[in-house]
């Protein structure tokens, strides 16, 4: 008998340990919904039946990851569950200093405290909303310089989130001096998780070499974007992960973590770099606010969970499972005729709100009108990235944002191909009786980051 070709590609696990869904009736969600001002972040998640707001520390962890806790230490100082975080970063991404942290967004404000400031600029493909807002809010500047055909939602590209790095070069031509260092997301998260490619890696750092200047990436999804680099980009094919995410770590100088995606913990990030002086003022701050240097806002055990999923994020099996899995709802979206965002990311689906309620203008919200409607139909909970997320402007204005997107993010190893069919006819119904959704206006929105926590009512 020859090896037979499976079509299914099957969950690599069995399942070891459940938690119950609370199922609910369209009822009880539109009464839900409503008593929280139609903000899905304040709905409570018991009230979910299936939860894809984030992929961001809502993994299932492995037996070993459970069984690592336990082997946690819990020394202030010197805790060798440290050690084995430290060693287990360092066989992807070898460098000098890593410095634990509570989440990414603690190793963003770090890391731009000491080198942002007032008139500073940073480069990135796209900043993710937490980074930019560490970065202004040190008083510099935050510019997303990702390729043009990352803009265009029907683009079938493959690295969608490359940098232009003739305009990168333009930037650090005409303000070099305000530059510390270039950041480069991966995957590119905030424009559709999609991945960037080694060439393009390999030119920024040219580029960053003739303006000596660092560069870092914002690593949160770097196995996926590995995977994508094996199977799409020319001359990586069947190359090991492993080996692809260390070239990626060789082409940077430092790097900002959230433990919390790849590394399958449910809290926890790092920064690391090989300068020392920069690793030293780095650490100086992580006194400060996080800790000392060798928990930085984590428990031992809560070390050794994340070194032990660094292991297992890397196995072919896992990878290709994870990006079929993600593009299985894509594609059946696609094949229903709903607009998605193409080709689909690594760790999540984005539907096209504008295009798929043409009916409700930007400013009446249609990611918003979405992602109420998915929840009520079936109690699948998304976010809406779009003119809620950043139609505000700094003056106070309203705009439509750039996208009206609606983001199915799925987390790891946590859901079963029946889960994500429920979730596709879920999609199907509301498509259906689409022209019978409305806008929404806002009731209540506080100054900044409104979306976690504005409240709305429908239009009419
Ligand atoms: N960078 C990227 C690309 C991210 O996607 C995130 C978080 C962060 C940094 C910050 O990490 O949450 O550990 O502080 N993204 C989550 C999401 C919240 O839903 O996409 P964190």
Partial sequence: MDAPEFRTIIEPFRIHSVEPLRMTTLEQRRQAVRGVGYNLFQVHAQDVIVDLLTDSGTGAMSRDQWAALQHGDESYAGSPSYYIFRDAVRELFPFEHVIPTHQGRAAERILFSVVGGPGKVIPNNTHFDTTRANVEHTGATAVDLVGPEAHDPASTSAFKGDMDVAALEALLRDRGDDVPLVMMTITNNSGGGQPVSLANLRRVREVCDRYGKPLFLD???????????????????????????????????????????????????????????????????????????????????????????????????????????????????????????????????????????????????????????????????????????????????????????????????????????????????????????????????????RHFTATFEPVG
Avoid at 316 to 329: F, G, K, Q, V, W
Avoid at 356 to 373: F, K, T, W
Avoid at 390 to 398: I, L, T, V
Wanted: glycine share 10%.
């Fill in 219 to 449: 690593a949160c999804r770097f196995a996926e974007n590995a995977w994508f680099i094996r199977e799409k980009e020319d001359g990586q094919s069947g190359r090991d992960v492993t080996d692809i995410v260390r070239e990626m770590a060789s082409l940077a100088d430092g790097m900002t973590m959230s433990a919390k995606k790849d590394p399958m913990g449910n809290i926890g990030g790092w920064l690391a770099m090989d300068d020392d002086d920069l690793a030293r003022r780095c650490r100086d701050l992580l006194v400060l606010g996080e800790g000392f240097p060798t928990y930085g806002g984590l428990a031992g055990r809560d070390l050794e969970a994340i070194a032990q999923g660094l292991r297992e994020v890397v196995h072919h099996d896992y990878l290709r499972y994870r990006i079929r899995s993600t593009a299985y709802l894509g594609d059946s979206l696609v094949a229903a005729g709903i607009p998605v965002l193409t080709p689909v990311g690594g760790h999540a689906v984005y539907i096209d709100a504008r295009a798929m309620l043409p009916h409700i203008p930007p400013l009446e919200y249609p990611g918003q009108s979405l992602a109420v409607a998915l929840y009520e139909a079936g109690g699948v909970r998304s976010c809406e990235i779009g003119t809620v997320m950043f139609g505000r402007q700094p003056d106070g204005s309203e705009r439509p944002a750039a996208l009206d997107l609606v983001r199915l993010a799925i987390p790891r190893r946590t859901y079963t191909q029946s889960h994500i069919d429920y979730v596709i006819e879920a999609c199907l119904h509301v498509a259906a009786h689409s022209d019978e959704l409305t806008g929404y206006r806002i009731v209540d929105e506080p100054p900044t980051l």
